[in-house]
């Protein structure tokens, strides 16, 4: 079966340009997750899906950050006018259920820099 | 934010020698996960520890938790170069979703 899968791996935007990224989980997973990864840091929580509903939005930076997932499958991370701080690798990752008690599945992620 | 350290940032070894790597955290919380990084496989899971657990084993793997000091320690036995990895404890806490977050890693390097 299919893992995680994101596009674009790699993306390279002009400052102040809009993105998009987008994340395929597991096929009946419920629980989506994006994360942002600084050079050398570890993932950083964005914000969190159950199925079509964003529960948490806490961890997005700014408002120029939005999240979508209108269907309860697809997701996609927008952001807005792309500042060099926004230069990281984005991680998408999926659960089985909404427990705390499960692994996440880490797709690939999309590699994005803001010159 | 950052929710742990992890300890040492780097350890190079050689193979066939064990690897272990700690980590501390800051609030309660419901289980630690380890996960493994590279740029071949991306972020994998390892192992799963909840919190009334001491620990764990999974193979070469072996984990445990101490909730009194807030700690977590990883040891890989016999270790391989295709360990070669950057490895990050994460942590649930028992409010909230099952959000990870995640320590700032330890960079792994297995010569052969």
């Known amino acids: 079966g299919a893992g995680v899968s994101q596009s674009p791996r790699y993306k390279v935007a002009k400052r102040g340009q809009d993105v998009a990224l987008r994340c395929d989980p597991i096929?009946?997973?419920?629980?989506l997750f994006w994360y942002q990864q600084a050079l050398g840091q570890g993932p950083e929580f964005l914000t969190y899906?159950?199925?079509?509903?964003?529960?948490?939005k806490s961890g997005l930076p700014s408002d120029r950050f939005f999240a979508e997932r209108p269907e309860g499958s697809v997701s996609t991370l927008k952001i807005q006018r792309t500042q060099q701080e926004d230069s990281a690798v984005y991680l998408c990752?999926?659960?089985?259920?909404?427990?705390?008690?499960?692994?996440?599945?880490f797709g690939p992620g999309t590699r994005l820099t803001v010159t | 934010s950052q929710q742990g350290e992890e300890d040492p940032q780097a350890l190079s070894i050689q193979e066939g020698e064990n690897a272990t790597m700690n980590c501390s955290y800051k609030?309660?919380?419901?289980?630690l996960q380890w996960y493994r990084q590279n740029s071949g496989r991306g972020l994998v899971h390892l192992i799963l520890?909840?919190?009334?657990?001491r620990e764990k084993h999974s193979g070469r793997l072996r984990v445990t938790l101490d909730t009194s000091k807030k700690s977590s320690s990883l040891l890989i036995t016999a270790s391989r170069a295709a360990d070669t990895a950057s490895y990050f404890c994460?942590?649930?806490?028992?409010?909230?979703?099952?959000?990870?977050?995640f320590g700032k890693g330890t960079m792994l390097l297995v010569s052969p």
């Open positions: 994460a942590t649930v806490m028992n409010s909230g979703y099952s959000t990870l977050t």
């Open positions: 096929s009946g997973h419920v629980s």
């Open positions: 899906f159950q199925n079509e509903a964003q529960l948490d």
């Open positions: 520890i909840r919190s009334n657990e």
């Open positions: 609030t309660s919380i419901n289980n």
């Open positions: 990752a999926s659960s089985f259920t909404t427990g705390t008690s499960y692994e996440q599945y």
